[in-house]
């Protein structure tokens, strides 16, 4: 419906957006950067944000610019992940029938992984997403995991992604031995006001838009509202859209976003 009305080659603020279309504030080329740090120094990385931020979105975009062959790249966004699941996930990923018992499953993730990279030049790396939801047992298995082979050297990247209260979680007492061991960090805020008008731009050109939908006060507003997270933005600006059609209208402006607004706080 916006496509058709607005004359878009694309649906824009969708929730999949392709790596190469992707929009790159600052902060997300920070984010980025610590992010390749973290893979080829196969270190133990914690990246936290608010929810919609971006962080499962540059964690897809990692994995796409890294060498599948020489980076196996392991995702896990399961909220009630048990060491079991973890290593059925990761030794599945080799070809390999974990063993039921879990201290087994250990020294076959300690094979299987440091024979990846000793012998075959691989360096694994595994993303845990949705990491502040780990359970007990899961959060004492990352603490095994980053004390692999009694620190010495480590074969694989280990990347803890969450909202904000894993970092609380992770000063923990008996997480200490993890913390001290994060090799880089990175929190992702929102967009600057400044960023939130340059995504919608960005967005809008690449969904084929030859002229801005878009006033500037009303971006400004939505700005205000999001607090620049994407997923919000992405909310506002499609439910401005489907308003200014209902209206007959060619331009979201502040009247638009009020009306919109309205129905946001109501839920
Ligand atoms: N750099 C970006 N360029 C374009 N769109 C983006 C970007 N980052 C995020 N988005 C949009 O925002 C949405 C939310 O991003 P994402 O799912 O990565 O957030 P998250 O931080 O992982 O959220 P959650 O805490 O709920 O897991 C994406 O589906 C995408 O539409
Ligand atoms: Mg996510």
Request: glycine residues 6%; proline residues 4%; hydrophobic residues 40%.
């Amino acid at each position: 419906m916006i496509r058709n009305y607005f004359g878009l080659k694309e649906t824009p603020f969708t929730k999949y957006v392709p790596t190469a279309n992707l929009y790159r504030s600052q902060a997300w080329q920070e984010l980025s950067a610590r992010l390749d740090h973290i893979v080829k120094s196969r270190g133990l990385g914690v990246i936290t944000g608010e929810v919609g931020a971006g962080k499962s979105t540059a964690v897809r975009a990692l994995s796409d610019r890294l060498d599948p062959i020489r980076y196996p790249f392991i995702y896990i966004a399961d909220s009630a992940l048990e060491p079991r699941s973890f290593y059925r996930e990761v030794l599945s990923q080799f070809g390999v029938t974990p063993a039921y018992c879990q201290r087994d499953a250990r020294r076959q993730f300690d094979r299987i992984l440091m024979d990846a990279y000793e012998n075959q030049g691989k360096q694994p790396v595994l993303v845990i997403d949705e990491a502040h939801l780990l359970s007990a047992s899961m959060l004492a298995e990352v603490r095994f995991l980053t004390n692999f082979r009694f620190d010495s050297l480590c074969p694989f990247a280990l990347i803890l992604v969450g909202q904000p209260e894993l970092r609380a979680t992770l000063r923990l007492r008996a997480l200490e031995p993890v913390r001290q061991r994060i090799s880089a960090r990175y929190h992702l805020g929102g967009l600057e006001e400044h960023e939130t008008k340059a995504y919608i731009e960005h967005t809008l050109k690449q969904a084929g838009a030859s002229r801005p939908l878009f006033s500037e006060s009303a971006i400004a507003h939505i700005h205000s509202i999001s607090r620049g997270i994407p997923r919000v933005v992405n909310n506002l600006c499609t439910a401005c859209l489907l308003d200014v059609i209902a209206q007959g209208g060619q331009l979201v402006d502040m009247a638009n976003v009020q009306r919109v607004q309205l129905d946001y706080e109501q839920l």
